[in-house]
């Protein structure tokens, strides 16, 4: 329980994440009918980018910073880069938003948000961040029990995260085993898995454990800013989407390029491809 996300805040994989959700949060807002977005592994939800842990490593100066300098980005960033400027209204970019605070921004007034921090420091500056806003509630407990706890939901529609430090060996299992069980309480969950890219031959057992899974449709999106042919460093991420939103697919054959292009440091590339086609 040593992983504090404020030294990441900003990456290029942050960026995959947090874009994508913003897409899936504005699908299904096209409809009226209310949804639940749950985090397993909240974080605090908001991050200081001159703060002493994210200018310690300064990753997020290879991430959002590339997107905020971007010149015109296309306009399916504009919900993502609108919930940042809200945190930055001088123009200087300092403030980056989690995915509890993305989601609080993103959202709408019969939405529902509820999030999970196991970390008790890290939850307690969660409560703090989410304070005010009565739609959000706070949970300080085993993210893996986030199913079990808190599914199904009142509303019909939920987007559930699942988005683990990864410090433990297991834990690749262990995001499919939680959404498994999301399925199995609510069929329709939007089921999102990040996962980090260092060696795709290690992931080919999760491949396999996902398109096994149950889903009745999954969709894999990918973004690599090195070749991933070097176990030792952060290649690239992925998000596994159980039942996504009609018109992801299409928004990301858009978008990845694009932000393959923005984002690479070696290398750049990219893969949207379907684990569980729909039947």
């Known amino acids: 329980m040593n992983y504090r996300h404020a030294f990441h805040?900003?990456?290029?994989?942050?960026?995959?994440?947090?874009l994508v959700l913003s897409r899936i949060f504005a699908l299904l807002s096209r409809k009226e009918a209310p949804?639940?977005?749950?985090?397993?592994?909240?974080?605090?939800?908001?991050?200081?980018?001159?703060?002493?842990?994210?200018?310690?490593?300064?990753?997020?100066?290879?991430g959002i910073a590339r997107i905020w300098q971007a010149e015109t980005p296309p306009s399916l960033l504009d919900d993502y880069l609108g919930a940042i400027r809200a945190l930055n209204p001088d123009g200087a970019l300092r403030y980056y938003p989690g995915s509890p605070?993305?989601?609080?921004?993103?959202?709408?007034?019969?939405?529902?948000?509820?999030?999970?921090?196991?970390?008790?420091?890290?939850?307690?500056?969660?409560?703090?961040?989410?304070?005010g806003d009565r739609r959000v509630a706070v949970h300080l407990g085993e993210g893996w029990h986030v199913p079990r706890a808190l599914m199904p939901t009142q509303e019909k529609r939920?987007?559930?995260?699942?988005?683990?430090?990864?410090?433990?060996?297991?834990?690749?299992?262990?995001?499919?085993?939680?959404l498994k069980e999301a399925l199995g309480r609510m069929r329709?969950?939007?089921?999102?898995i990040w996962y980090p890219i260092k060696d795709e031959r290690q992931l080919k057992r999760f491949y396999q454990d996902l398109a096994r899974s149950g889903a009745p449709k999954m969709l894999r999106a990918e973004l690599f800013v090195h070749p991933a042919d070097d176990a030792s460093r952060l290649s690239g991420s992925g998000l596994a989407i159980a039942n996504p939103p009609w018109g992801l697919e299409d928004e990301l054959r858009e978008l990845l390029p694009w932000l393959a292009g923005q984002l690479a440091q070696s290398q750049g590339n990219w893969r949207l491809d379907w684990l569980i086609e729909e039947a």
Request: proline residues 3%; glycine residues 8%.
């Open 188 to 192: 329709q969950t939007i089921g999102v």
């Open 101 to 131: 605070e993305l989601a609080r921004q993103l959202t709408r007034e019969q939405d529902r948000l509820q999030l999970n921090e196991k970390h008790p420091e890290d939850g307690a500056l969660l409560k703090g961040n989410m304070a």
């Open 35 to 62: 949804f639940a977005y749950l985090d397993s592994h909240a974080g605090v939800g908001l991050y200081d980018l001159a703060g002493d842990q994210a200018s310690r490593t300064g990753e997020w100066l290879q």
């Open 158 to 178: 939920v987007v559930l995260l699942i988005d683990p430090p990864f410090e433990q060996a297991d834990e690749l299992s262990r995001c499919v085993s939680a």
């Open 9 to 18: 805040a900003g990456n290029h994989a942050d960026v995959l994440k947090h």
